[in-house]
């Protein structure tokens, strides 16, 4: 796997937690908003992480009927994953204020 | 029925004519000492192998009409319906609880229909079904867990396997001492190799795209069938090749052995459901 896909793996995790933060969401939904933010991501990305997030207790579920096929899975954050997402969030400013520094910097040495 | 289905069930109906064919050859080459006592059981035996061979091939068929009926299943169509197989298959075929399994396919089939009735295309939503089987299993642990778990499937197998064929010996004639019964070096060696080869490998094959995997298994006993000739043929003179094909062990020569194997495989069983819900999380 290739560094620009893990980082966007982790930037994806980021911003899902942030999603699931601010309204009820299930996973084809998840990747319609992803889609619609800018990203181009397909289910078959956005699904395993979901589950990931699930298993490390960031997100609780509630399966409610669908009216299509199986049961809906929603989902919520959990108090872990309120943290995950302020963590994240520092940890975002903070890296995207150094990267646009080093960037800004280097096109100033090209000019 | 799909490619995949057709293979699966073509598998088990050539592996069940193996083994009533095996189980034939069983009864008419009975040795004379076993006709003593218990005269019943080898043809008992062969019978109930036959109607167990008869039977796994009717629950294949079940199996596969069953998912073909499902309400849910049934709304997938073409590639979706290619894909979810192999998904399926590959989730079906890991170390996961029943729970698990059981709410990945909830989730995959609520995404899939989804996505197929939104109009997109499968391979655009799915990509390589193959990677995002494997990718859901990540997300549960890293394969090295996944590992250890078929370890402790593999060792539960082979010590079933010694207990089982060493009271199906004793059964063919209930004279002789149930710890003193003997078990063929390449019986033996076959068993570990079905137990901690085989049947992981075969499980992750049958996960993959191309449905001749569902043909490794048999393909497997024929070679080693093979393989038995040919060392007799050829390589007799070793002393390594005679003991692997004439040598006897025994396995169970005790009340307190088979004791210990049975709490082995209990010991076993346990932990291995502790470790899983410890290290599929």
Redo the contacts between chains.
């Keep these: 796997m290739n560094n620009e896909t893990q980082i966007v793996k982790g930037i994806l995790e980021g911003c899902l937690l942030k999603i699931i933060s601010k309204q009820e969401i ?3 939904k998840a990747v319609e908003l992803l889609n619609a933010a800018g990203f181009t991501v ?4 956005v ?3 979901l ?2 997030l699930q ?1 490390k207790g960031f997100l609780k579920i509630e399966k409610r009927p ?1 009216p ?6 929603y989902y919520f954050l959990t108090s872990e994953g309120e943290d995950s997402l302020k963590a994240f969030e520092q940890s975002w400013f903070k890296i995207n204020i150094i990267v646009n520094h080093i960037m800004e910097g280097d096109r100033n040495d090209q000019a | 029925m799909t490619k995949r289905d057709k293979f699966l069930l073509l598998s088990s109906i050539l592996l069940a004519c193996c083994v009533i064919v095996t189980a034939f050859l069983g009864i008419k080459m009975q040795p004379e000492y076993h006709k003593g006592n218990l005269e019943w059981f080898p043809l008992i035996a062969a019978v109930l192998i036959i109607l167990i061979s008869i039977s796994s091939v009717l629950l294949v068929l079940f199996k596969i009409k069953k998912l073909h009926r499902g ?2 299943e049934g ?1 997938l169509t073409g590639d979706y319906y290619r894909h979810y197989e192999v998904i399926r298959d590959a989730i079906a075929n890991s170390q996961l609880s029943g729970n698990q399994k059981k ?2 396919k ?10 197929q ?1 939104a109009g997109k295309d499968a391979t ?4 390589d079904p193959e ?2 089987a494997m ?2 299993l ?3 642990a890293k394969p090295s867990r996944f590992a250890i778990l078929s370890l402790f499937d593999g060792m539960i197998w082979f010590l079933a396997f010694i207990i089982g064929v060493n009271t199906f010996l004793w059964l063919e004639n209930i004279e002789q001492y149930y710890f003193r019964i003997t078990i063929s070096a390449n019986m033996v060696i076959l068993f570990f190799i079905i137990s901690f080869i085989l049947i992981p490998l075969t499980r992750k094959l049958t996960s993959t795209k191309n449905p001749w995997m569902f043909m490794f298994p048999l393909s497997f006993g024929f070679a080693y069938v093979i393989l038995a000739e040919v060392l007799r043929r050829y390589f007799y003179s070793f002393d390594s090749v005679r003991w692997f094909l004439d040598g006897q062990l025994n396995l169970i020569s005790s009340r307190e052995m088979l004791v210990c194997y049975l709490f082995i495989i209990a010991i076993l069983a346990v932990s291995k459901k502790l470790f899983r819900s410890k290290l599929l ?1």
């Design positions: 299930y996973g084809y397909n289910e078959a990305t699904y395993p992480i589950t990931r298993n669908s299509y096929g199986p049961d809906r899975k | 309400k849910a709304m709410e990945i909830e989730d995959l089939l609520d995404l899939l229909i989804s996505a009735r655009m939503v799915i990509g990677i995002f990718e859901i990540h997300s549960f999380r």
